[in-house]
């Protein structure tokens, strides 16, 4: 099996050097059409502006969306989570492209500067459940972004708690967000929506390689499904004139 990685800037490496770990060729992905020889991409961390910059550049924007908009499992962490956000807050002056497609708001510097970045262990037990080990995991955040809001069909695998003051800093009150929503005074960190999979933290910089894992059970849960492998097609396998109903093989068919 072979897993794109969006190799425009940040920790595109160190998410092949995940994969390798586990047996995955990672394939370094740059340009639109290179995204047709894979099923499914990693957007890996770094800097989400710079990112947009160079998919701009690159002309990556349609393909990206189409291939998210096709159902093919995507991974975004940190950065890539913000890429994958229908809608970021807190981004600089006229904003930045987004790719989109996961149903939520996400603060694209919730946890502030780089000198805020800090790791923590996150309470995972869905992940614990699929891929064994620990219920908890190393959540290594560099001036993360964390998740505010989430639509119905968005799935929460994990969230951290937050100070009333850092709600504050983040979110002024002036920014019109409701107060009811952070009552218990934690953010959303991890969120999976159909094939679509995000972190606000750095799986790749640890040596736990449950979410390379999780992600791969996805890819290939998608693959299985994709599979028509209980349509039924009418053949006329004699050539006497009757349809005769045939599970279908891999093509080409030899009969
Ligand atoms: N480690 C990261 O990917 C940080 C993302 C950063 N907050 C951004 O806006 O791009």
Redesign the pocket.
């Known amino acids: 099996m072979a897993v794109g990685v969006l190799a425009l800037q ?2 595109y490496n160190e998410h092949i050097a995940a994969l390798r770990r586990i047996g995955v060729k990672g394939i370094e992905i740059r340009k639109a059409e290179q995204l047709r020889g894979v099923d499914s991409l990693i957007i890996p ?5 710079t ?1 947009a910059k160079l998919a701009e550049l690159h002309n990556l924007f349609p393909a990206l969306r189409e291939f998210v908009g096709s159902g093919k499992p995507v991974w975004g ?4 989570l ?1 890429f994958l956000a229908n809608k970021a807050t807190g981004q600089k002056t006229g904003g930045q492209d987004l790719v989109g497609g996961l149903d939520c708001t996400v603060h ?2 919730f946890f502030g500067s780089q000198l805020q970045s800090f790791e923590m262990e996150l309470s995972v037990p869905k992940l614990a459940e699929k891929e064994g080990g620990t219920s908890t995991c190393r959540g290594v955040f ?4 964390a998740i505010l809001e989430v639509g119905p069909n968005v799935e929460v695998i994990a969230d951290c708690p937050v100070s009333s003051e850092q709600l504050k800093v983040a979110i002024p009150t002036s920014d019109g967000q409701e107060e009811k929503e952070f009552t218990n005074n934690r953010v959303i960190v991890a969120v999976k929506q159909g094939n679509l999979l995000a972190t606000a933290f ?1 799986p790749e910089l640890t040596s736990d390689s449950r979410w390379h894992r999780y992600f791969l059970a996805m890819v290939e849960e998608a693959k299985e499904e994709a599979t028509p492998s209980e349509v039924m097609v009418k053949y006329d396998l004699y050539g006497d004139g009757n349809d005769r109903a045939k599970k279908p093989y891999d093509l080409p068919i030899f009969e």
């Open positions: 940040g920790s961390g770094g800097e989400s502006t990112m962490t940190c950065a890539g913000i694209r510097n560099i001036r993360a972004p750095h």
